[in-house]
């Protein structure tokens, strides 16, 4: 009732209505505000990877690891140092991702996939070729992510440093 109301105003009132042209003539003329969407930094946009290479790093040391070269170094030193890396990351990985295995089969076990399959959970090597059904051996059963529980990013922290310059005071 109230827009057939305000309606009837401006069919029977002039003054009212050339208000309400002149209003809207003035609203048409004015240029859009650009609605274009801030661009996130890759910082802010990729925090939560950032956030799980840091604990990585923190727990078991995997950035140094990666990035030390060890072709000076002989097998059991580097498999010394796997062990510490292995532990610390395996601790991480517990922490934040509950994980199932993609295939329900058994690795070396026969495995037939028909058309339509999931082909996200499972990649075809070999002699690929033909159409499905596939017959294969699965080599590897993958891993699914069932659960994730990734903390939250504080806004005051810089999720770039993954770990920051230790310094030794005497």
Not at 50 to 64: C, F, H, M, P, Y
Not at 150 to 157: C, E, R, Y
Request: hydrophobic letters at 45%; a positive charge; one cysteine or more.
């Amino acid at each position: 009732m109230g827009r057939l109301g305000l309606a009837c105003r401006l069919i029977f009132n002039g003054e009212l209505a050339r208000r309400a042209a002149a209003g809207l003539e003035v609203r048409a003329a004015k240029p859009a505000a650009p609605t274009t969407p801030k661009a996130i930094p890759p910082e802010r946009l990729h925090a939560s990877a950032l956030l799980l290479l840091s604990a990585l790093q923190r727990e078991g040391r995997l950035v140094d690891f990666l990035q030390q070269e060890v072709a000076g170094f002989s097998d059991e030193e580097i498999g010394a140092a796997a062990r510490v890396v292995h532990g610390g990351c395996l601790k991480v990985l517990r922490q934040y991702f509950e994980l199932d295995p993609a295939s329900p089969q058994t690795e070396g076990e026969a495995v037939t996939l028909p058309a339509g399959f999931d082909a996200q959970r499972f990649r075809l090597t070999g002699n690929v070729a033909g159409q499905p059904p596939f017959r294969g051996t699965l080599k590897h059963h993958g891993w699914v992510a069932r659960q994730i529980r990734m903390p939250v990013l504080n806004d005051a922290l810089d999720p770039r440093v993954l770990a920051a310059a230790e310094v030794e005071l005497a």
